[in-house]
């Protein structure tokens, strides 16, 4: 099946063109429009502002995703939720309005589902894909979710955080750092700075609380965190470049702990055959590498990520979520939902 897939739930506009292949899928075209250097100036991300740069952009993406492919089309797929509203109003009426016209079904996807789905985009037939039962740790701006699945459709909520999402946590952190939006790359970016000595020198003066680190369930807390670092900024007054470098190593140096404990900790109370990772944090390096090591240190549980480019928000792991486990609904009946659950 040939699905044109489109994404419009937060900053990004998006399409792609994929189409099964073996067990995975694969991307024929993806194509991706970010307003992120407009929301930069106000610190995150302005919901309408992003909505209106999502109604320029929207043809134009799908244009360009589509080519000349329109005729071999099989079928729309679109995310409807979770998101902002004005954003996701343009992506879902535009899949349906090309549904209609097109006479071709459409199909309903769960944003956060779309990104465990990234992990079935698959260069050839003899890519390996997950095997079931799975365990799937989900990190993004909005989200931190650990889930079950037993199957491509029957998934648990198993745990999660408490209070603030990963993403949103190192937002926060950077802006009291001093730190420019989005936060996650720039902490990234700062703990690339910090050399050994500074680790010794400043790393016990700076130590940061894990919260929840050492209970035994797969609940996470990362505002106790950001309250850490507001505390230790302004018990100082000022920070310098290396102290922030350091505290922003820190930080991130115990959220990735937490991620990682309370994941393994999922692994061996359930046993799966696989673990993936999948949303916007993904892409930090430091997670990726370290959470590869500790699973593959298991024995035959498999490590799953997508590629970086496929972390983020993208049309092309939407299309994987409408080929592996499709869900056919009639354009009247597909709505926004701005919160709607990964589960």
Wanted: net charge neutral.
């Amino acid at each position: 099946m040939k699905v044109l897939a489109i994404e419009s739930t937060c900053d990004e506009t998006a399409a792609a063109v994929v189409e099964n292949c073996g067990e995975g899928v694969k991307i024929l075209n993806s194509v991706v429009a970010s307003s992120v250097l407009m929301h930069q100036k106000y610190g995150g991300i302005v919901p309408e502002v992003a909505a209106r740069e999502q109604i320029k952009s929207i043809i134009p993406v799908i244009t360009e995703s589509v080519g000349e492919d329109k005729d071999s089309i099989q079928g729309v797929a679109v995310s409807f939720g979770p998101g902002l509203m004005g954003s996701l109003l343009v992506g879902v009426e535009s899949a349906k309005a090309l549904s209609w016209a097109w006479k071709k079904p459409l199909y309903s996807v769960n944003h956060m589902a779309a990104h465990v789905f990234a992990n079935w985009i698959v260069e050839d037939k003899n890519t390996e894909v997950p095997m079931f039962p799975a365990v799937g740790l989900v990190v993004s701006g909005g989200h931190t979710d650990l889930v079950l699945m037993k199957n491509t459709k029957e998934w648990e909520w198993v745990g999660g955080t408490r209070d603030d999402a990963v993403g949103e946590a190192f937002d926060k952190a950077a802006r009291l750092l001093g730190l420019p939006y989005p936060g996650g790359p720039e902490i990234s970016k700062a703990v690339e700075r910090v050399t050994v000595q500074m680790k010794e020198r400043f790393g016990s003066k700076f130590k940061l609380p894990r919260p929840l680190f050492n209970e035994d369930s797969l609940d996470m807390s990362f505002s106790g965190l950001k309250a850490a670092i507001s505390k230790i900024v302004t018990t100082l007054g000022s920070v310098d470049e290396k102290t922030r470098d350091v505290l922003a190593w820190e930080f991130s140096e115990a959220v990735i702990e937490i991620l990682i404990k309370k994941t393994m900790l999922a692994v061996e109370r359930y046993k799966p055959k696989s673990v993936l990772m999948a949303g916007g944090v993904a892409a930090n390096k430091q997670l990726r590498e370290n959470l590869k090591m500790a699973v593959e240190g298991v024995g035959e549980v498999k490590f799953f990520c997508p590629e970086l480019r496929y972390c983020g928000d993208n049309a092309a792991m939407v299309g994987a979520a409408a080929i592996i486990a499709p869900r056919e609904v009639k354009p009247v009946n597909l709505k926004p939902d701005p919160s709607v659950t990964t589960v």
